[in-house]
């Protein structure tokens, strides 16, 4: 019901953050995805990252998820003999309980083994806000499982082979991911989402506050080298967007002006170096379409130089997860 024109065509544009799964007998896979990539901007690749999308049914419980890989990867493969002009789910980034202990390592050499080499780290939620002690969206984690020895010790692991890990958590617990990251200061860390800054139920009316909040503590993380910031799924619902309500999608230069205040604070305190787009597609498809959210980006970052635009849109992406 809304549609613009890609600004900026020719700018190379790796998406680092989507999803592909079937839900509610609606899907989003390849073809769904093939067809927004398409669309106008010149996205020459994506970053699959975990969302419960083909589990295994059977077999033990630690290797179910290594479902997802397969069939991800599957996608990836069947791209490859079509000739798509661009590289979808060139890096995977599964779900793996990361408290198993001795168990992690066999899950490990199977998501591996499955991926076509494409296994580039690990997201195991640990999203809690002591607002939501019965969850929001997500079952809740266990609270400062950051802390817990036994999902440390994974992390570890990770760190021994090269893996990054992916932290999906909400703005409340920014504090408990910088002391991760200074404990562990040579594990790569990518914050999903801005930190997630949850914006209804309690936060509904202080937004002024949560901000707040969400810069200070993001400022004491920004002093950690080993982690980079996504700067995108602001249009998921539980951040306070609204857009679905509408009888009409917003344009780029509204969302533009919403978003603004959260990336040019997250570029401040991480620097462009540090920072990587993504479209949190199709959870923040619900707000607007592929186009118009790109097209927002790009108005965001209107008043960066080339090289600058290139390592937020592209550089820094391929950087971090080796495209």
């Given at each position: 019901?809304?549609?613009?024109?890609?600004?900026?065509?020719?700018?190379?544009?790796?998406?680092?953050?989507?999803?592909?799964?079937?839900?509610?007998?609606?899907?989003?896979?390849?073809?769904?995805?093939?067809?927004?990539?398409?669309?106008?901007?010149?996205?020459?690749?994506?970053?699959?990252?975990?969302?419960?999308?083909?589990?295994?049914?059977?077999?033990?419980?630690?290797?179910?998820?290594v479902g997802e890989t397969e069939k991800v990867a599957a996608f990836a493969d069947a791209a490859q003999s079509q000739d798509l002009a661009y590289r979808p789910c060139a890096a995977i980034v599964p779900y793996a309980d990361l408290t198993l202990g001795d168990r992690l390592?066999?899950?490990?050499?199977?998501?591996?083994?499955?991926?076509?080499?494409?296994?580039?780290?690990?997201?195991?939620?640990?999203?809690?806000?002591?607002?939501?002690?019965?969850?929001?969206?997500?079952?809740?984690?266990?609270?400062?499982?950051?802390?817990?020895?036994?999902?440390?010790?994974?992390?570890?692991?990770?760190?021994?082979?090269?893996?990054?890990?992916?932290?999906?958590?909400?703005?409340?617990?920014?504090?408990?991911?910088?002391?991760?990251?200074?404990?562990?200061?040579?594990?790569?860390?990518?914050?999903?989402?801005?930190?997630?800054?949850?914006?209804?139920?309690?936060?509904?009316?202080?937004?002024?506050?949560?901000?707040?909040?969400?810069?200070?503590?993001?400022?004491?993380?920004?002093?950690?080298?080993?982690?980079?910031?996504?700067?995108?799924?602001?249009?998921?619902?539980?951040?306070?967007?609204?857009?679905?309500?509408?009888?009409?999608?917003?344009?780029?230069?509204?969302?533009?002006?919403?978003?603004?205040?959260?990336?040019?604070?997250?570029?401040?305190?991480?620097?462009?170096?540090?920072?990587?787009?993504?479209?949190?597609?199709?959870?923040?498809?619900?707000?607007?379409?592929?186009?118009?959210?790109?097209?927002?980006?790009?108005?965001?970052?209107?008043?960066?130089g080339t090289t600058e635009k290139a390592a937020l849109f592209h550089d820094n992406a391929a950087r971090f997860y080796r495209i």
């Amino acid at each position: 019901m809304h549609e613009e024109t890609a600004l900026e065509p020719e700018l190379p544009i790796i998406d680092a953050h989507h999803h592909l799964w079937e839900e509610g007998g609606h899907s989003y896979l390849l073809d769904e995805l093939t067809a927004d990539v398409r669309s106008g901007h010149n996205v020459v690749a994506t970053i699959l990252v975990q969302a419960g999308f083909g589990y295994r049914a059977e077999g033990p419980e630690e290797l179910r998820s290594v479902g997802e890989t397969e069939k991800v990867a599957a996608f990836a493969d069947a791209a490859q003999s079509q000739d798509l002009a661009y590289r979808p789910c060139a890096a995977i980034v599964p779900y793996a309980d990361l408290t198993l202990g001795d168990r992690l390592a066999l899950v490990l050499d199977t998501h591996e083994a499955a991926s076509g080499g494409r296994l580039r780290g690990i997201r195991h939620s640990v999203s809690y806000d002591s607002h939501f002690p019965d969850g929001i969206v997500l079952r809740p984690a266990r609270r400062y499982l950051m802390a817990d020895p036994a999902y440390r010790e994974g992390l570890r692991l990770l760190q021994r082979r090269g893996l990054h890990f992916e932290a999906m958590l909400y703005h409340e617990q920014i504090p408990e991911l910088t002391e991760l990251a200074r404990a562990m200061p040579n594990l790569p860390i990518m914050l999903d989402h801005y930190g997630t800054p949850i914006g209804v139920g309690w936060y509904e009316g202080r937004e002024e506050e949560r901000f707040a909040q969400w810069r200070e503590s993001l400022a004491e993380l920004a002093l950690c080298p080993n982690v980079y910031v996504k700067t995108g799924g602001l249009g998921m619902i539980i951040t306070g967007a609204r857009w679905h309500e509408r009888p009409k999608p917003p344009s780029s230069q509204e969302l533009a002006q919403a978003w603004q205040p959260w990336f040019d604070a997250t570029v401040d305190l991480f620097g462009v170096e540090r920072c990587v787009f993504e479209s949190n597609f199709p959870v923040d498809k619900a707000m607007c379409s592929y186009v118009t959210l790109w097209n927002a980006f790009k108005r965001m970052s209107a008043g960066a130089g080339t090289t600058e635009k290139a390592a937020l849109f592209h550089d820094n992406a391929a950087r971090f997860y080796r495209i």
